[in-house]
């Protein structure tokens, strides 16, 4: 076993496993990738206040979210084709989540099916919505969440058209690989990978093949995209989505304090403040420096959650001190999935969580519900609003 210490050694370790193409698909941002690049180098810009002589014992990293009582406020992030990054890999990261205390979200584009992981977990997760222009499939796949029991409806609304990726069109991205001759020799080297997914029955789009109709190419995720997501998603359609639904609602890939205000207004249950990890407007703001505007704006109305660039618990400190409730991360756990399976994703939530609490002491805090400004030490330019 490695010694793994951060979420980078994890990072090594999944790059050598997992086929070229996935690894490509998680680790690339739209167009210039300046976004996706910006999301975490905007993290470093931020420094901490180092306290001294304070007592740090007894200290906690258990927080809430929309209620929910979790370890830390740190979820999985929903993540398209998880289950291509190692066999049966979104069941391997809820269970993870489930035995470490956080709450995992399931991608509508998942390869396990909502029932597959509602039965493999047996413990109720959080349902990420991509609203299709199909209104029976779309009703269809909300009743199936809540049949599954999941606790949240987390509804995307930063991707009803796809930002491109360029390696992912130069790969030809598909659930399961096309075997060309690129794809047979980087195989030859990954051959865990492959014996893990000829042993599951689960290399397809679990929720969408054999429940939607009139799927062109249904492999494809982009093509899928094009053809099925509704691009006439407004506000009156998440309001028809959340009678549908019922329960608790997140709005997620909110990145403008006009559009907080207007979640806000709609009485969402929590907002993730994201760029979708630099994945669909490149040119975006990262998150991490939108965050302060959207908290002036709606702090005291809503859950403010946020994503995008967190690679540490440094990380997830440097955004609750700035004003997040709890924040979700995306390819810091796919690291460690594709690197170790379930064991990798426990690592990397070990990781964050130690990462954390240590920090916090070094920060002379033993709360992370404690945290806020008075910890950070912020760059001029960086609370200043965007003209
Ligand atoms: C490979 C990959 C696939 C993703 N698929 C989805 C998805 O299906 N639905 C969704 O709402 N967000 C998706 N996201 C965005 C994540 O939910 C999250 O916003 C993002 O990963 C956060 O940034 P981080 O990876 O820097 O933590 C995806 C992100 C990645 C990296």
């Given amino acids: 076993m490695p010694v793994i210490t951060c979420i980078d050694d994890l990072k090594a370790i999944y790059r050598r496993r997992v086929p070229r193409m996935f690894y490509d698909y998680a680790e690339s941002g739209s167009y210039t990738e300046g976004t996706f690049r910006e999301n975490c180098t905007d993290f470093q810009r931020i420094k901490l206040r180092q306290r001294v002589a304070v007592d740090m014992t007894g200290r906690t990293t258990e927080s809430t979210m929309i209620?929910?009582?979790?370890?830390?406020?740190?979820?999985?992030?929903?993540?398209?084709?998880?289950?291509?990054?190692?066999?049966?890999?979104?069941?391997?990261?809820?269970?993870?989540?489930?035995?470490?205390?956080?709450?995992?979200?399931?991608?509508?584009?998942?390869i396990c099916s909502?029932?597959?992981?509602?039965?493999?977990?047996q413990a109720p997760f959080w349902f990420q919505l991509y609203v299709m222009r199909d209104q029976e499939f779309l009703e269809a796949i909300i009743e199936r969440a809540r049949r599954a029991n999941c606790s949240a409806l987390v509804l995307t609304l930063d991707l009803q058209i796809l930002g491109q990726r360029h390696k992912d069109l130069k790969n030809g991205l598909s659930a399961?690989?096309?075997?060309?001759?690129?794809?047979?020799?980087?195989?030859?080297?990954?051959w865990r990978w492959g014996i893990e997914m000829l042993r599951t029955k689960r290399r397809f789009f679990g929720n969408i093949v054999g429940h939607?109709?009139?799927v062109g190419d249904p492999s494809s995720l982009i093509a899928w995209t094009a053809e099925q997501f509704d691009p006439q998603l407004d506000?009156?359609?998440i309001a028809r989505i959340r009678d549908l639904w019922g329960g608790k609602?997140?709005?997620?890939?909110?990145?403008?304090?006009?559009?907080?205000?207007?979640?806000?207004?709609?009485?969402?249950?929590?907002?993730?403040?994201?760029?979708?990890?630099?994945?669909?407007?490149?040119?975006?703001?990262?998150?991490?420096?939108?965050?302060?505007?959207?908290?002036k704006a709606v702090g005291d109305r809503v859950e403010i959650h946020l994503d995008s660039g967190i690679r540490s618990g440094q990380d997830v400190l440097k955004?609750?001190?700035?004003?997040?409730?709890?924040?979700?991360i995306g390819r810091a756990f796919i690291y460690g999935l594709g690197a170790m399976g379930e064991a990798g994703v426990t690592r990397a939530l070990e990781v964050i969580q130690k990462e954390l609490d240590i920090t916090m002491a070094l920060c002379g805090e033993r709360d992370v519900k404690a945290l806020g400004r008075h910890n950070l030490l912020i760059p001029p330019d960086f609370l200043q609003a965007w003209a």
């Avoid at 830390?72 to 190692?86: E, N, R, S």
């Avoid at 955004?319 to 409730?325: D, P, R, S």
Wanted: aromatic share 4%; proline share 6%; net charge neutral.
């Fill in 235 to 237: 506000w009156g359609k």
């Fill in 319 to 328: 955004a609750l001190a700035m004003g997040a409730h709890a924040t979700h």
């Fill in 212 to 214: 939607a109709k009139g």
């Fill in 67 to 110: 209620g929910q009582k979790v370890a830390m406020p740190v979820a999985l992030a929903p993540v398209g084709m998880t289950g291509m990054q190692c066999a049966d890999g979104e069941i391997k990261a809820a269970r993870a989540a489930k035995a470490f205390g956080v709450p995992f979200t399931l991608s509508t584009m998942s």
């Fill in 176 to 190: 399961p690989p096309r075997l060309t001759l690129p794809v047979l020799l980087d195989l030859a080297t990954k």
């Fill in 114 to 121: 909502i029932e597959d992981v509602a039965e493999a977990v």
């Fill in 249 to 295: 609602l997140i709005l997620k890939g909110i990145n403008d304090p006009e559009d907080a205000r207007m979640a806000a207004d709609f009485g969402a249950d929590a907002i993730i403040v994201s760029n979708h990890g630099g994945r669909q407007l490149d040119g975006a703001v990262s998150s991490i420096r939108m965050l302060p505007e959207i908290v």
